[in-house]
């Protein structure tokens, strides 16, 4: 049923940014801003260094985030087999393609370790018992193996994914979809484990003291909303700048915008229940992180990220028209009539797995027959005179599988009469046995009762006794002679 | 009598499922949903108001085709679910600082962080049911048996056929005048549906 059509052709020059294009001016506005910030950088963070990395650390943590959620969300788009998300793969693919280089802007922050870690001052982690009995995780050399082999996992998934995802491009084959779906489940394992102690390591040990266990989950939440909000807002400024606009519909900025508002739920979802526990557990070493965060200018913080980071968002992604970005003529649209009359679209709907019937033309013979069945009826006419449709005249098929029903329950009934024949016979051979028996009993009675053996010896007794030999011996006989009984028990054992 | 409240409701317009007399309306056939989609629009731009399409798939924007409002269910559920979260709220608030009070663990008693998982649980409540049954309201359930149920041809909408039913109390339906309306728009059949 794959036909040539029910492939959505995406031409080359559709998928590239056009000569002359403004987007193709955007790396040298990036390496422009590159050289801004690392000058900013070299003025303001040379007078005030601890500054300058807990900054670099907010900030690279921001950037990388965003790239972790954009390989999640390759990932589980492949593992998922998504159909929808595929258009919108390679911008997840270009943002974390920028993982190897997250790696190497990780780099001044071990010039920085002593200034934000308070685990890594020898004469502190000395005269805390905490610190030290964490210690044989929180070491420094330990810190850069666990910070290689992170870098080293998601370079790979990401490098891996991005150059086949790329080189399907020109070669179209097929089996680099299957081989990247079997592989994402596993790496969405990595990316789960090595995100969640990544975590860990460069945010939460920042306060080597306080506890939670959830803190990995609230990472991951923030960093997969972030990613798919840059999501959106590129997808939207491709359609604007006149890239791809053929390709993403408003259908795929819609899902995005779902997603969007699904995901800043679940941000405060995890959130809360980070705070909530710890709340009502007033315990003082998890309390003491949420304490420093409700009081005096942190406060003003705090309650920003909550009323921006999800009330905000949230009402504002409520509705439909913002999440379709204004494209909400009732469900149809602009495109939508395009999409409505595609024939790929179509042949997709039809031939979706999860129907149950067989797709249009997969039995092309049936269809054809019934079309012509319901062509000959002449309803027109008939509906115009206000009349009842004519009735469906019985197609021939029907007509023959009618006639193989009804014999196969005329043989039903035949096989049924043979067995009922059968069993009265049985029955009849049975009651006569029974006769038999019951006259010998009575005979056999007669022949040993006490007062009968004095009762043979008078006349009247013995043609007693001679009238119920008699009457057992008739009994066999008739039993015996009665011919439909002789048949059908020699039939039976005929067929044993 | 115990049913004759049951009977009067049918009086409301919620209730009034189906156009009375002798037949429910007009059904036509089309092939394909390029042509049940044109045809829609143009019964549509015909003014036609009490009219339904039958697919036996989605097709992507036909109700942009036949000219569908809005539902109003979302509003139903934003208000549904505002309701049951500031009742979870107010139910909390009342019980912990004027029904019951009781200090727990050491917290105040309008301890507001405390009642944000039962209040958000009513209100994701209170939208389900809102949801539910402003679905059954608008689409005027349960109803039990259909007049298209007759047509032998329409059960094919589940498989391959594509249906266009136009209501007999639509204030434009005419006898004559709509089945060939229909029949101009491509119907392979059209047929009258009796009550």
């Known amino acids: 049923m794959t036909s040539e059509r029910d492939f959505v052709a995406l031409r080359p020059e559709q998928a590239a940014i056009p000569p002359g294009h403004s987007w193709n001016r955007l790396p040298v506005i990036g390496l422009v801003c590159a050289l801004l910030g690392v000058v900013a950088c070299a003025v303001l963070g040379l007078g005030n260094p601890k500054q300058f990395f807990f900054s670099w650390l907010v900030s690279y943590l921001f ?406 030999c008699r009457v057992a011996v008739s009994g066999v006989e008739s039993a015996d002679s009665e011919p439909g009984n002789r048949a059908v028990a020699s039939s039976l054992i005929r067929r044993r | 009598m115990p049913f004759a409240s049951l009977r009067s409701l049918k009086a409301l317009p919620l209730v009034n499922q189906l156009p009375p007399g002798p037949h429910y309306g007009l059904l036509a056939e089309f092939a394909t949903p390029g042509e049940l989609y044109h045809a829609c629009e143009r019964v549509r731009d015909a003014g036609f108001t009490r009219w339904d399409a039958h697919t036996p798939f989605p097709v992507h924007g036909l109700a942009g085709a036949m000219g569908l409002r809005r539902s109003p269910l979302p509003w139903i559920v934003l208000v549904m679910g505002l309701l049951g979260l500031t009742l979870g709220f107010l139910m909390q608030w009342w019980v912990h600082t004027v029904g019951y009070p009781l200090v727990i663990s050491g917290k105040p008693y309008a301890a507001w962080p405390a009642y944000v998982p039962v209040a958000f649980e009513l209100g994701v409540l209170f939208a389900a049911l809102g949801a539910v049954f402003g679905m059954f309201a608008l689409n005027r359930l349960p109803m039990h048996h259909h007049p298209l149920f007759r047509s032998r041809v329409f059960e094919r909408v589940t498989d391959d056929a594509f249906f266009i039913s136009i209501e007999s109390w639509d204030p434009r339906f005419d006898p004559s005048a709509t089945p060939a309306l229909l029949e101009s728009l491509g119907a392979r059949r059209v047929e009258l549906v009796e009550s």
Not at chain 1, 165 to 176: A, E, I, K, N
Request: with cysteine; charged share 20%; glycine share 10%.
């Open chain 1, 63 to 468: 950037f990388l985030s965003l790239a972790l959620g954009a390989l999640f969300f390759v990932l589980i788009q492949y593992a998922v087999q998504g159909g929808w998300g595929i258009v919108l793969r390679r911008i997840g693919e270009t943002v974390f393609a920028t993982i190897p280089v997250m790696a190497a802007l990780f780099l001044p922050l071990l010039l920085g370790l002593h200034d934000l870690y308070e685990w890594t001052h020898a004469d502190t982690v000395e005269h805390d018992l905490l610190l030290q009995w964490k210690a044989p995780f929180l070491n420094v050399p330990f810190f850069l193996v666990r910070a290689l082999v992170y870098f080293a996992c998601w370079s790979f998934i990401a490098l891996l994914y991005y150059r086949l995802s790329r080189g399907q491009d020109t070669t179209g084959d097929p089996l680099v979809s299957a081989r990247l779906r079997r592989l994402a489940g596993p790496s969405l394992i990595v990316l789960a484990v090595t995100q969640t102690f990544a975590s860990i390591d460069w945010i939460m040990s920042l306060t080597p003291h306080w506890y939670s266990t959830i803190f990995g989950v609230y990472f991951f939440s923030g960093s997969f909303v972030g990613f798919i909000a840059l999501l959106s807002l590129t997808a939207v400024a491709m359609r604007r700048a006149g890239l791809l606009d053929t390709i993403i519909s408003a259908e795929h900025l819609h899902d995005v915008g779902k997603l969007l508002f699904a995901f800043t739920a679940f941000w405060a979802y995890i959130a809360f229940s980070q705070f909530f526990l710890i709340w009502y557990a007033n315990l003082p070493e998890e309390t003491v992180w949420y304490k420093a965060r409700m009081e005096g200018s942190w406060l003003t913080l705090s309650i920003i990220l909550m009323v921006g980071h999800f009330v905000a968002p949230f009402f504002y992604l409520m509705g439909r028209a913002v999440k379709r970005n204004g494209d909400d003529a009732g469900g149809g649209g602009r495109l939508a009539p395009h999409h409505a009359l595609r024939g790929p679209v179509l042949a997709d709907h039809a031939d979706a797995p999860s129907r149950r019937a067989q797709p249009v033309g997969a039995g092309r013979g049936r269809v054809r027959g019934r079309r012509g069945v319901l062509r000959g009826g002449g309803g027109l006419a008939h509906a115009a005179a206000g009349a009842r449709a004519a009735p469906r005249p019985a197609a021939p098929r029907v007509a023959r599988i009618r006639e193989h029903v009804s014999h196969v329950a005329r043989a039903t009934c035949g096989v049924r009469r043979a067995t009922c024949d059968v069993r009265r016979a049985t029955c009849d051979v049975r009651r006569a046995t029974c006769h038999v028996r019951r006259a010998l009993a009575k005979a056999r009675r007669a022949a040993r009762h006490p007062v009968g053996s004095a009762f043979r010896r008078t006349r009247a007794g013995r043609a007693k006794a001679g009238r119920a």
